[in-house]
């Protein structure tokens, strides 16, 4: 019997089995695809931008140069980070002081975290499509590819069709599509036409980038096309035509696929020994690109938590708020995306207030208290550090917070040398702290995520305390 059941070796079940590998956990993922070689994970289809928590996360596994060099970034983070849309509007970073992210393809993210979650023990089984799931208070038993499967745990991170969430009956509620969105790597015989970036029209939206091939589209049919049959040629070179007002024409398509902005979240993320975790557990539309960074998320949040075996019920209370924020940031942008008066009138006014610093400052700050290094857990207690990220301190011994915290453990910073602190640091890392200016507290305890689970006087940490982190 394994520990811990992964449906799903995307990026979100691969970072949750090595957070499980890290803690001596036994687990085997089952992917359905027989093969992780696909053109939508592979650049330009594959592209995706990580925020600034994602790649704390990264750094703090040592996981952080691998993913730069598999991604083509030598300049981290000077020429990382681009600058992103609200609504098709592009922004402009310099006009926001927020930390960078950067701009990879889920083909390195994979890459990198495959290679990591083997070395660490990991099983991975693919063409293993999970076409059952029972569950008793034991055990989870799941069936795949014909065989039959035991563990401790499940979790279903096998994507915004899961049919882990399926199985194992959990409700998934939300608001249903717009649009059916358009991705496709095309010949374009008179790409002139079309202007490169985010093009919102009177009847729709289009986005052209990397070159002359790739086209992204959004046209506004209630999402009535998305997976009713594979585009053909004639249909997408339609629907680009009435969403740019051109005749332009495509003499050629590579590959193409559809989505929708769909915006459903699951009720609660656990049904006993069964835990949803990234599109298994909420779907949205991918304007803002928020879904992979929210994924790795519930993937890093999570994965204590079951190593532990405690605080599992922590999990559903602290990141079911995050994906609702998350659902309605992309509901917003589809709002103001719609092709009709009133929408457009919205846009003019966004890009007014887009046009301006604090605008600007307004849509990255939000995005980092969703998904960054100022996401916020509520974990009780009066400090201002108590639930958020916590900041990279210095130690005394030259090194920094994110190099202790490779092999997933909590972390206890002392920044007195209190030996009454170093006694109680049985169950964590001990770690002497330079004092800074800027936290008023004599200790702070930082989960095994990363988040400040405690920050205060010495005298007061205790089994309290202690109970946040492990």
């Known amino acids: 019997m394994h520990d811990v059941l992964i449906a799903g070796a995307g990026p979100v079940g691969l970072l949750l089995a090595c957070e499980l590998g890290l803690a001596g956990c036994s687990v085997l993922v089952l992917e359905r695809d027989p093969t992780p070689d696909s053109p939508f994970k592979s650049q330009p289809l594959g592209m995706r931008g990580l925020s600034a928590g994602s790649i704390e996360a990264f750094r703090r596994r040592g996981m952080l140069d691998g993913l730069l060099a598999a991604s083509g970034i030598d300049d981290f983070p000077g020429g990382a980070r681009g600058g992103g849309h609200f609504a098709g ?5 310099a006009r926001a002081e927020t930390p960078p992210g950067i701009i990879t393809s889920l083909e390195a993210v994979e890459s990198v975290l495959t290679g990591r979650a083997l070395e660490l023990g990991v099983e991975i089984r693919r063409g293993a499509a999970v076409d059952g799931v029972t569950q008793d208070g034991d055990k989870v038993v799941v069936e795949a590819a014909g065989h039959r499967f035991e563990a401790r745990r499940l979790v279903g991170c096998d994507g915004g069709r899961s049919a882990v969430r399926s199985l194992a009956g959990f409700e998934f509620a939300g608001t249903g599509p717009q649009f059916t969105g358009y991705l496709m790597l095309a010949t374009i015989a008179d790409p002139e036409k079309l202007r490169f970036g985010f093009n919102l029209t009177p009847t729709g939206m289009y986005l052209r980038t990397n070159g002359d091939r790739y086209v992204g589209m959004m046209d506004f049919d209630g999402g009535a096309y998305d997976r009713s049959r594979p585009p053909s040629r004639e249909h997408l070179q339609a629907v680009l035509r009435r969403v740019s007002g051109t005749d332009v024409t495509l003499t050629g398509v590579e590959v193409a696929s559809t989505f929708t902005d769909r915006a459903m979240q699951a009720t609660t993320y656990r049904r ?9 557990a909420h779907i949205h539309s991918p304007l803002g690109g928020q879904g992979l960074n929210t994924g790795l998320g519930d993937a890093m949040n999570l994965g204590w938590k079951l190593a532990a075996g405690d605080l599992l019920d922590s999990y559903t209370a602290e990141r079911h708020p995050i994906a609702a924020r998350v659902l309605d940031w992309t509901r917003v942008q589809v709002a103001a995306m719609r092709p009709d008066p009133h929408s457009q009138a919205v846009q003019g006014m966004l890009r007014d207030l887009l046009d301006t610093r604090d605008g600007t400052a307004y849509v990255f700050d939000r995005l ?69 200016t800027d936290v008023e507290a004599d200790a702070v305890l930082v989960r095994p995520d990363g988040i400040v689970a405690w920050a205060g006087a010495a005298a007061s940490f205790g089994k309290e305390a202690a109970g946040r982190a492990q």
């Open 89 to 93: 509007i592009m922004l402009d970073p």
């Open 272 to 280: 006993g020994r069964v835990f949803l975790a990234g599109d298994a």
């Open 368 to 436: 980092d208290a969703m998904t960054g290094l100022s996401l916020r857990y509520d974990l009780g207690g009066d400090h201002p550090l108590a639930g958020r990220n916590a900041p990279d301190f210095a130690l005394r011994d030259g090194t920094h917070l994110a190099d202790r915290m490779r092999d997933g453990r909590a972390v206890l910073l002392d920044f007195t040398d209190d030996q009454g602190l170093r006694a109680q640091a049985q169950h964590f890392r001990y770690a002497a702290a330079q004092p800074t």
